[in-house]
């Protein structure tokens, strides 16, 4: 994406573009136009836009391709029915001209890899070389559309025990680092004190130093195993899967996005070697790509792709293997997809108890704290503890 100047016919203009300056200025110059400068815009965000927003859009284009509307018209036609305020209007815009440049439409999209993802310009890309582009930019809205309902599960599951857990916190910070001290340093209490120490007395004093050494060993360990992930994925992957829910969620919702995304690519017309390289190399986890690695060496070898599959249980094993059989891959690749998508909510509705209990042990305990932290020195003052 550049932001070229340029004149057209004597007006001055500027434009984003899709594609290299060479190719930006050669095009230009072609077309007759006298080009002032191409600068590659310095952004420190990569644009985002919200699924539900993304996947009407994909939907709105589908629609009108299949009603036979020219696709540089289908994009006018959507960034028109786009509301102001929409991200995605400046990114349409520039998409389509990239299109009217000759530009494919997954070409295009591809500059705005972080909106549109791996998947989703794979399955148009796929569109676009089996002709039936309309069906692959539904298929991803439906893609998306599932992504945000499994992810809006999780949210709905998690934020009230996290809304209890970050208000805990806080109490925590509060009553450590200001009421405590305060108390403690006050010149009522020291008098009532004179010079008696307190084991309760000295423990509050030392929570106060604490608190804070233990958030900030907190935030070095979470950098410390960001950067791990980073540069040793895979250890990392392993130590993470080894715990049993963290697996179970990992597994579900990442065979739900693999076997549904091919299921899409090969109702595109894609074949089946290239639908399992696709998604393998879409994939953001190593764990998910050994496995598809594992499929397409099986393929290559004349066996059934479903045996490479070893996180697999017998069920969807016979199923793909079923499948392959009868001619059957893309439905029962679908059923396959549907079944780790239930799995990967039952788990995620399952796993919300958990948590809740969890926060409500941990907001007892800090109600805990702040009761003795501040009863205890009142208790001291008022003659109810001896030294």
Known sequence: MHQ????????????????????????LISEGKVVLSIKKPLTLFQPKAKRKELAAVLVAIGDLLQAGVPLSKTLETTIQSLPRASSLITILNAIKTAVQQGRELSS????????????????????????????????????????????????????YPLVIFIVSVIALVVNTQVVIPKILASQLFKTALKGQTNFFIQALSALSHIVPAVFAALAIVTVVVAVLYKSRQQEMEKLLLSVP?????????????????MAKLMETGIQLSPALE?????????????????????????????????????????????????????????????????????????????????????????????????MIPYSKLLGGLHG
């Not at 930019?137 to 499994?150: C, D, P, R, V």
């Not at 829910?245 to 995304?261: D, K």
């Not at 598809?292 to 793909?320: Q, R």
């Open 4 to 27: 070229v100047t340029y004149f057209d016919k004597g007006v001055r203009k500027e434009a984003e573009f899709i594609g290299s300056a060479a190719e930006i200025r050669e095009r």
């Open 108 to 159: 295009a999209m591809t500059a705005y890899h972080s909106v549109f993802g791996s998947t989703t310009i794979s399955m148009i890309q796929a569109g676009e070389k089996s002709g039936r582009l309309a069906e692959s930019l539904l298929g991803a809205a439906q893609y998306i559309t599932n992504i945000e309902a499994s992810q809006s599960e999780m949210k709905k599951t998690l934020s």
């Open 245 to 261: 829910l963290i697996r179970e969620l990992f597994f579900y919702q990442g065979f739900y996005v693999a076997f549904f995304s």
């Open 278 to 374: 696709i998604v393998q190399d879409t994939s953001r986890t190593i764990a998910i790509r050994t496995e598809f690695d594992n499929a397409i060496k099986k393929v290559k070898e004349g066996e059934s792709f479903s045996y490479g599959f070893t996180c697999l249980n017998p069920i969807e094993k016979t199923m793909l293997d079923v499948a392959q059989n009868s001619n059957r891959v893309t439905e029962n690749l679908s059923l396959v997809a549907d079944r780790f998508y239930r799995g990967y909510m039952e788990k995620v509705k399952a796993l919300g108890p958990r948590v809740y209990a969890f926060a409500l042990i941990f907001a007892g305990g800090i109600f805990l704290l702040m009761v003795m932290g501040i």
